[in-house]
C-alpha cells in the first residue's frame, strides 16, 4: 500500500484524535516544508503540486504555532545532534527551490508571526539564470490545456518524444521529465512557441542573490538543494557529492550561512549510505534534510520533512493528524524506518 493510499484511509480517522494524542516520543519535533505560496498559481508551478493560497498558509502556520512551539536554529541543531525527545513540541518550517515568492510573500508573514525558518536554494537558478526543468514541463502542460495548440504543433512534439519513448503519450511524458530531458523540453517549447529565456526575463521565477542575502539578513537559514535540482535517484554517486560539495562552496563563498544545512532535491530515496558517511566525515553538513514525512531515520542529523502542499488533504491540521497516525500504523508493521534502496 502507498503512502498516498494510507494516508487516505487513516485520514477520517485523524481527524476525530486531539493532536496530543498522537505526538510522542522523539518526533515532538516535525519539519513541515512548502515550496511556494500564491493566491494565483504560477504558470511554472500550476501543473506540479497544489499551490496554497496566503490565507491557507497563514491558516496552517496558526495551527502548527497553536499546537507546536516554533524552533530556533540552536534547537534544531541540537536535536539532530543528540537524537533525544524534546520536552516540548517544535516545528521548523523550510521552503524548496529559491522561489520568488519566499521572499515577497513568505518572508514576511514569517517575520510578522516571529518564526524561524530554512530556504534552501539551487545555484543554478539565483538571479534567474536557469529554468528548472519541471518548470519547463509545466509552463508546456499550461500551454497544451489552453486550447489553443495547433494539431499540426502537438503532432510534432510527439515526433519528438517518439525518438526517445515510442510508448509514452506527450502528456505522460511532460509529467514524467527528468532533468536529461532538458534538450527535448527545450525542443518542445519551440513547437509551442514558449521562450523561456523571455519568461525568465519577464517572470523572474527565482529570488536574487540580494534577497537571499536579505533573508539572512532577517534572520532566516540559507541551506543548498543541489546545483540544479536533479534527480539524485537517477545520479551516479560521484554526480551526487559533486553536486552537495560545488552547491555548499556556492554558499559559503558568496552567503556563508552560520549553520551548513543540505535538503535533497525531490527526495533522499535511492541515495547510498556511503554519500551520508562520505558528508558527515568530511563535514560537508552539519544537517541534512528527505521529505518521507514522520519516519525513523539512521542518520540522527537527517532529518524527515512533512510535504504540505497534499492535493489531497488542503489544511495543516489534517495532514500532520493524518501523518502522525501513519506513522504509528507503519511502527506496528515494522515500516516507520526508513530505507533509501
Not at 495551527?63 to 530556533?72: D, E
Not at 537524537?83 to 521552503?95: I, L
Not at 515510442?166 to 536529461?180: C, G, H, K, P, V
Request: one cysteine or more; charged letters at 25%.
Amino acid at each position: 500500500m502507498s503512502r498516498q493510499q494510507i494516508q487516505t484511509l487513516l485520514s477520517p480517522l485523524a481527524r476525530m484524535l486531539p493532536i496530543e494524542k498522537l505526538v510522542s516520543g522523539k518526533h515532538r519535533f516535525i519539519f513541515p516544508f512548502w515550496h511556494v505560496v500564491s493566491d494565483i498559481p504560477p504558470a511554472h508551478l500550476s501543473q506540479l503540486y497544489r499551490v496554497p493560497s496566503v490565507s491557507d498558509f497563514i491558516r496552517d502556520l496558526g495551527f502548527l504555532q497553536k499546537n507546536f512551539l516554533p524552533a530556533t536554529f540552536d534547537q534544531v541543531v541540537n536535536y539532530a545532534s543528540s537524537g533525544n525527545s524534546p520536552g516540548e513540541k517544535y516545528f521548523f518550517p523550510t521552503f524548496d527551490d529559491g522561489l520568488s515568492e519566499c521572499f515577497y510573500q513568505i518572508a514576511p508573514i514569517l517575520k510578522k508571526k516571529k518564526i524561524n525558518a530554512a530556504f534552501f536554494i539551487n545555484p543554478e537558478f539565483i538571479d534567474n539564470k536557469m529554468l528548472f526543468h519541471r518548470h519547463k514541463a509545466s509552463l508546456i502542460l499550461n500551454r497544451l490545456s489552453s486550447g489553443k495548440v495547433k494539431s499540426t504543433a502537438k503532432t510534432e512534439a510527439e515526433r519528438i518524444i517518439h525518438q526517445k519513448n515510442t510508448n509514452i503519450s506527450l502528456e505522460l511524458f511532460l509529467r514524467q521529465s527528468r532533468f536529461s530531458d532538458h534538450l527535448i523540453l527545450n525542443q518542445l517549447a519551440e513547437v509551442f512557441e514558449i521562450n523561456f529565456r523571455e519568461f525568465l526575463a519577464q517572470e523572474k521565477p527565482y529570488m536574487t542573490l540580494s534577497q537571499i542575502l536579505q533573508l539572512q539578513a532577517d534572520g532566516f537559514l540559507i541551506g543548498a538543494h543541489g546545483m540544479d535540482h536533479r534527480e539524485f535517484f537517477e545520479a551516479s554517486e560521484s554526480e551526487i557529492m559533486d553536486q552537495i560539495k560545488f552547491s555548499h562552496n556556492f554558499l559559503k563563498e558568496e552567503i556563508n550561512p552560520p549553520i551548513k544545512a543540505f535538503a535533497f532535491p525531490y527526495t533522499d530515496f535511492g541515495v547510498p549510505d556511503s554519500v551520508f558517511e562520505q558528508a558527515n566525515q568530511f563535514n560537508l553538513w552539519n544537517l541534512s534534510f528527505g521529505t518521507a514525512g514522520i519516519k525513523d531515520d539512521k542518520w540522527d542529523n537527517h532529518l524527515q520533512r512533512i510535504p504540505m502542499e497534499s492535493d489531497d488533504f488542503r489544511d495543516a491540521r489534517q495532514i500532520i493528524r493524518t501523518e502522525y497516525l501513519a506513522y504509528f500504523l507503519k511502527k506496528a508493521l515494522g515500516k516507520n524506518k526508513v530505507s533509501r534502496q
